[in-house]
């Protein structure tokens, strides 16, 4: 790979990015190897207060969040005190959702780790659905409520389907996070610090800002440039549905409830620690063996909606065809997002770990960016 050239690359697609203003900051580290062969803040942590972006900037993680605590369920499977197999119930006795038929479900950790449990979010519910209905909270809201509680009612609410029959992007991270903290008796920060960040080294990783001095500024896209977040606001998704219910200041909060699917605060730098010890085997956390069936679909060809192309291992989206998913990845690549403005994905076969965060929703979740972001990265490898 021509360094210099690849620099420019990735510089040209984060500068026409922020001019557009469809961005205002961003943190982008890429890996190949294990060797950081670009590493960039750009942009604004707050345009307002004229706040250039640093490269150890911390950002609210969303979904971010669910492979960190997909990994410290895994850990737990590796010592031998959690099963995928395990009934949910025999760690929640509490949390019994029934079916529309009003049967119990027999639901699995493998269910909530692969979002085949039969929940969903509310943000994809129709305006006054289900969860709305039950004041289920998405995590990402001042919702005012511990995580007992929310439990309680996403478990009021009717499951979608039969477990293990379909899948669906959902909640489910968050009945894991309850799982983990009750198998570690601890609360569901330390019980991640004690099986993922501490172990990593990954310091900027927690439920609140560890240095609010360092947090980002929220933004959300708008014309004729992104505007700040307000606290709390509301973001549309797609047609037809509730939208985002947002809380930028539920990063500070060490009240609010642990969101293990959204509730992280966290830096570009720590995720890559995460994703290069995954990549790399899973020392010191977990042996190879269970990194590759985190990273081996686990669903079969149950369709995932808004992702052809793609399934889904435990814990995150997983490529199985670049033709159909329109993407110059290699089959195999692991992908997520976050609602604040992330991207993240590791290429295995190319031992690529590529990190963007930005503090601009939707637009560095799921907007062009993350496309240009993607081609730019394996056309500067291609032309090594």
């Not at 395990?86 to 979002?115: K, Q, Y």
């Not at 039969?118 to 998405?138: C, K, M």
């Not at 979608?160 to 894991?176: M, N, R």
Request: aromatic share 8%.
């Amino acid at each position: 790979m021509n360094p210099d050239r690849f620099q420019a690359r990735m510089d040209e697609v984060i500068d026409r990015t922020l001019a557009d203003k469809r961005l205002v900051g961003a943190v982008i580290k890429i890996a190949i190897d294990g060797v950081l062969v670009y590493n960039r803040a750009a942009g604004f942590a707050d345009r307002e207060k004229n706040q250039p972006m640093q490269e150890n900037a911390l950002f609210r993680l969303a979904s971010v969040s669910k492979p960190i605590v997909s990994t410290a369920a895994m850990v737990l499977v590796s010592q031998g005190r959690l099963r995928l197999d395990d009934r949910v119930d025999r760690w929640l006795p509490e949390f019994c959702p029934r079916l529309e038929s009003g049967e119990f479900a027999n639901l699995t950790i493998w269910h909530l780790m692969t979002h085949t449990a039969g929940l969903t979010y509310r943000f994809f519910q129709e305006e006054n659905g289900p969860y709305h209905r039950a004041g289920v909270s998405d995590g990402m809201d001042q919702a005012g409520i511990t995580l007992e509680e929310n439990l309680r009612r996403i478990a009021s609410v009717p499951l979608l389907y039969t477990p293990g029959t379909q899948w669906k992007y959902s909640i489910a991270t968050d009945v894991l996070g309850a799982v983990i903290a009750k198998v570690i008796d601890l609360p569901l920060d330390e019980a991640i610090r004690t099986l993922v960040t501490a172990p990593l080294g990954m310091d900027d990783t927690a439920f609140t800002a560890v240095d609010p001095e360092r947090l980002t500024t929220a933004y959300a896209n708008a014309v004729p440039e992104p505007r700040p977040l307000r606290d709390p606001d509301s973001i549309d998704f797609i047609e037809g549905t509730a939208g985002f219910r947002l809380a930028p200041g539920r990063a500070l909060d060490d009240t609010a409830y642990h969101s293990g699917g959204a509730g992280m605060v966290g830096s570009a730098g720590d995720l890559l620690l995460l994703l290069e010890a995954l990549r790399k085997g899973g020392a010191p956390l977990m042996p190879e063996s269970l990194v590759r069936e985190m990273a081996t679909n686990q669903i079969g060809d149950l369709p995932m909606a808004y992702w052809p192309g793609r399934g889904f291992g435990l814990g995150f989206i997983l490529l199985n065809d670049p033709i159909a998913a329109d993407t110059p990845e290699s089959p195999g690549t692991w992908r997520m997002g976050g609602t604040y403005g992330h991207s993240w994905f590791v290429d295995p076969e190319k031992r690529l770990s590529v990190v963007a965060f930005t503090n601009t929703a939707l637009e560095g979740m799921s907007g062009q960016f993350t496309v240009d972001l993607c081609e730019a990265v394996y056309d500067g490898i291609r032309n090594e």
